[in-house]
């Protein structure tokens, strides 16, 4: 690990008042078997917490006739198990679990986030792994740029794995009301990086290479 990074964010934080973007250039990540490096830009300077909020009270104000018009947003090439048509029923299950995981997130799993990291950022957008000394960055996507294929068979494999995903009905619908909302919770994303060279401030933003 680079210590010069913490440097560099405590220099930050007295320059801007807080810290607003990190644009990481390289990052490579398992869920793609690391066959494409992308460049993001993220802001951790928006707040997760007040995201909860607003997409709690848009899922709230949806009635049964707003899902019956989202059944016709459903990505006909999602491949559905058993074939099950997505109805208002479904609709409904889905409307639930999206609720249910943003008013009560598996208390396990949050705090065990909690305890092995250490913030870096008040809001807790930037932290530090304890135990793997690893960065994490969990903050709102602003753009994804300069993607790279490093390895096109990995790469194909990849993308073959994803058209051909079968997935339940009431997954499916809850993706639909996730996308076609524009809740404001999934547009964070969760980077995990080791390493990190040429790090350096450049206006309101950290500059990063990820060396995976």
């Known amino acids: 690990m680079n210590n010069n990074f913490f440097d560099l964010l405590d220099n930050f934080n007295e320059k ?18 690391y066959s494409v490096s992308r460049d993001f830009l993220v802001n ?11 997409d709690i009270e848009t899922l709230k104000a949806i009635t049964d006739e707003n899902l ?12 559905v198990k058993n074939d099950e048509k997505i109805t208002l029923a479904v609709m409904k299950i889905a409307l639930t679990s999206a609720l249910q995981s943003l008013e009560s997130p598996s208390f396990n799993h949050s705090q065990g986030q909690k ?26 996507k602003v753009n994804i740029a300069n993607e790279e294929i490093l390895n096109t068979e ?12 079968v997935s339940r009905s009431d997954i499916v619908a809850k993706e639909t009301i996730v996308r076609e909302l524009k809740l404001r919770t999934s547009k964070f994303i969760n980077l995990t990086f080791g390493q990190m060279a040429e790090i350096k401030v ?10 995976k």
Request: charged share 25%.
């Open 16 to 33: 801007v008042g807080g810290v607003s973007f990190i644009n990481v250039r390289g990052y490579v990540s398992k869920s793609t078997n």
């Open 44 to 54: 951790i300077g928006v707040d997760y917490g007040k995201a909860v909020k607003k």
């Open 202 to 211: 450049n206006g309101d933003t950290i500059e990063v290479n990820a060396d």
């Open 115 to 140: 305890n092995a990291k250490i913030k870096l950022t008040p809001n807790g957008s930037l932290s530090y792994y304890k135990e793997t000394g690893n960065i994490n960055i969990f903050a709102h």
């Open 154 to 165: 990995e790469y194909n494999m990849y993308n073959s794995k994803k058209a051909n995903k």
């Open 68 to 79: 019956v018009a989202l059944i016709s947003k459903v990505d006909s090439k999602r491949r």
